[in-house]
């Protein structure tokens, strides 16, 4: 039950969103995220499916089953890629209409920048090994069959 509170946290601060902040982006009251926060009850499958969407995490990376954070499909970075674009869009929905001000607006789109920049990061990084796992593979394949 440790990580499940603090990995919520965690995520939260690191990204330097307020629980108020979080409550308004996901629609998860924020007495409901502090009590998952203190562990004082568990989040239901929809909440944790916001939350995971929201951080761009899988949802076990959430729980505490798995301790790597990085989308592992291709279909989970397209997701985060689209929870950042969407956060962005909700940012500035709610600055036009003065729900929040647009130095806050201009904060938020700064953290979805700074988001998006570590998930190309991240792609590139991978595209990069599996680059380097092929050209591993391919040098071994003709190195055995020169021996033959």
């Known amino acids: ?59 076990s990376y959430l729980q505490g089953i798995e301790d790597k954070s990085e989308p592992t499909s291709e279909l989970e970075h397209q997701k985060s890629h689209d929870a950042i674009w969407k956060g962005m869009a909700k940012t500035l929905r709610a600055a036009s209409v003065g729900t929040i001000g647009w130095e806050e607006a201009y904060q938020d789109l700064k953290r979805y920048q700074r988001k998006s920049d570590e998930l190309r990061f991240e792609e590139k990084q991978e595209t990069q090994k599996r680059m380097f796992d092929l050209a591993l593979q391919t040098f071994k394949r003709r190195d055995r069959n020169e021996k033959r």
């Open 1 to 59: 039950m440790y990580k499940l509170r603090n990995r919520i946290r965690e995520l939260r601060v690191e990204n330097k969103i307020s629980q108020k902040q979080l409550a308004r982006d996901t629609g998860i009251s924020q007495a409901s995220l502090s009590q998952y926060e203190k562990a004082g009850r568990n989040p239901k499958i929809e909440a944790w499916l916001k939350l995971a969407d929201y951080f761009g995490v899988p949802v």
